[in-house]
């Protein structure tokens, strides 16, 4: 059974920064790619940022130069660096972790970004 927990998010001011962690449990195989999702209240879930196995990251345009998106393939664990936070970074954020055979999502972590 794959879980993915995260972990990392809060409180904090604009201008602030955080940093969100992934870490999956149990076994996954074949990992396609790693990312970031985001949903705010009353808007549809958004892809934040995403890194391939092979190939170049992606970011939103909304979070080019502030996020950094980094993965810790040892130990099934993706990373997300937010610095300089505003007030339209607040949502709740989600890890996937996608395989060919199977899409996995974590619980997701609320991240308020308060002026």
């Known amino acids: 059974q794959v879980q993915l927990v995260e972990s990392g998010g809060g409180l904090v001011q604009p201008g602030e920064s955080l940093r969100l962690s992934c870490a999956a449990s149990g076994s996954i195989f074949s990992i396609v790619a790693m990312a970031w999702y985001r949903q705010a209240p009353g808007k549809q879930r958004e892809l934040v940022a995403s890194?391939?196995?092979?190939?170049?990251?992606n970011y939103a345009d909304s979070v080019k130069g502030r996020f950094t998106i980094s993965t810790d393939t040892a130990k099934n664990t993706v990373y997300l660096q937010m610095n300089s936070l505003k007030p339209e970074d607040t949502a709740v954020y989600y890890c996937?972790?996608?395989?060919?055979?199977?899409?996995?999502w974590g619980q997701g972590t609320q991240v308020t970004v308060y002026s």
């Open positions: 890194i391939p196995r092979r190939g170049s990251t």
């Open positions: 996937n972790i996608q395989t060919p055979w199977a899409n996995y």
